[in-house]
């Protein structure tokens, strides 16, 4: 791999992970803005947004790029061009049509999550009110991944990762000074922060393609450059174009799209299922605001990063795919595994013990918040395991699995999700989720043994070694967060932030300890962990 590619892709990398960290930071004090009420209106307009957004989108920077990257190496540059200018032309009518349909099906997206004889009638307004101000941002996003597929497609990573990070800084910066403004100078109502909150996402789109127009000015001579050393050999019709597109593209949709469909399923089933069992509207609003807005985004930011590491083998899992290299293939599938559970698990246990002060940290003390954040935080393994098998269905060819297997753990959700509502409350939800997503990856897993011909024996025992070092972790961790409470109180903020820092610090010094003297981490991530501890001085 190039000095170039390596650059670039540390560089979109580090761009997503600046990204994410700062999608999860922002809502801090975006809750303390608008409270419960206002993060549950949020997310009933971000959920449906979020799908149309995926389906529009997802897979379409890689797809891009890939194609143009293809034609770039042949020295058919003039492909790539007009795969660009047709294709921006596409996806603004794409935007467009997303965006209408979005707007004008609030109101019936609003009646599916209102129920009829919730006496809310102003409720069903504020939803399509916050669905509409949000759904603005569909005519802009598709129109702008392209564009950094046209560039990654150039191995030139730094415009996404750099629009990336301002449509990010542009949004949050939006979303809190509006809401702010909105609430403590201009009197206004909930509805009308959160509104402005949700049309942040077309303002930080608008910020992204400022940036991402800038690089093309700076870009084009150098790009024009290259036109003039185009072969003209190739005749590849607009139609094949898209074709190959469409068919690269399609398992992402459904990868991007899972997470949102689980939610959405809560969305229209969740406040209904609740009231059943004898909870007011505002309560089970409250409690749907805990499960898909605040316990989901701190349950996902640490899988997004182990899950981002673990992808970065995939690669080498499609190389030695098609090259028919089965001791490379097993090996690549062996490491990705474990450093998937060797990241995650310590991660989704340490917020599970730590629920309570974390979730004092990010919002407020209340005992349901961090009552479902315990339950939720080992879900995130699931999440990053779909993610990642989904991946290596598509390196071995085999991605037309990847929809049944995400169709059935939608069944499994929605067939189970008011039960385990009735019987658990909003902890049921969670379960619901937990066994939807069990079921797909199981028949990923399946597929993966079946198809790469991949013996999962070795995996399991070193997945034993990595749960045995999570659970002395786990005991070490939980022995001193006893202590510290005999001497401080998650109800507080700052002795909160104390009691976090203290027992992660505990926690990761036992878990890298026994990762390092059993040499684990060196079989993980090989000469870069010896580098390291070089420059720590831990080596001779």
Known sequence: ?????????????????????????????????????????YQYSYIPYTIFISIATAGVPLAVSKFISKYNALEEYAVGRRLFKSGLVMMLLTGIVSFLILYFSAPFIADMIISEKDDVESRVN???????????????????????????????????????????????????????????????????????????????????????????????????????????????????????????????????????????????????????????????EAAFSILNFESHKIVIIPVSLATGFSLALVPSITKAFVEGDRKALKQQLNQTFQVLLF???????????????????????????????????????LFSLFLVTSSILQGINEQRWTVLSLLVGLLIKLSLNISLITMFETKGAVYATALGYIGAIVIQLLVIKNYAKYPFLFVWRRSLLIVIFAGIMWAGTGMVYQLLLFVLTPESKFQSLVIIIACAGVGAVIYFYLGLKSGLVNRLFGDRVDRIKRKLRLTN
């Not at 390596?6 to 994410?20: A, D, H, M, N, P």
């Not at 917020?351 to 309570?356: C, Q």
């Open 126 to 284: 504020d939803i399509i009110t916050v669905i509409r101000a949000v759904s603005f941002a569909l005519i802009v996003i598709p129109f702008m991944s392209l564009i950094r597929g046209f560039f990654q497609g150039h191995q030139s990573m730094g415009p996404s990762a750099v629009s990336q990070v301002v449509e990010q800084i542009v949004r949050i910066t939006f979303t809190l000074a509006g809401a702010y403004i909105v609430i403590n100078f201009l009197n206004g109502s909930i509805v009308t922060a959160v509104s402005v909150a949700t049309f942040a996402a077309f303002v930080g789109a608008i910020g992204s393609l400022v940036v991402l127009f800038w690089y093309w000015y700076k870009r084009k001579p150098h790009l024009d450059e290259l036109l003039q050393h185009d072969r003209g050999t190739a005749q590849v019709s607009l139609m094949e174009i898209y074709k190959e597109i469409i068919i690269y593209a399609a398992p992402f949709v459904f990868v991007g799209v899972a997470n949102p469909l689980f939610q959405a399923i809560d969305q229209v089933t969740f406040t209904r299922a609740m009231e059943e069992i004898g909870n007011s509207y505002k309560a089970a």
């Open 1 to 41: 791999m190039s000095s170039k590619l390596i650059r670039g892709t540390f560089i979109l990398t580090l761009g997503t992970i600046i990204s994410k960290v700062l999608g999860l930071l922002y809502v801090i004090p975006f809750y303390q803005i608008v409270g419960s009420e206002g993060t549950a209106l």
């Open 343 to 381: 990241l995650t698990l310590p991660a989704a246990i340490g917020l599970s013990i730590l629920a309570e002060p974390i979730y004092t940290i990010f919002y407020e003390h209340k005992e349901l918040g961090f009552e479902v954040l315990r339950a939720y935080a080992p879900v995130g393994i």
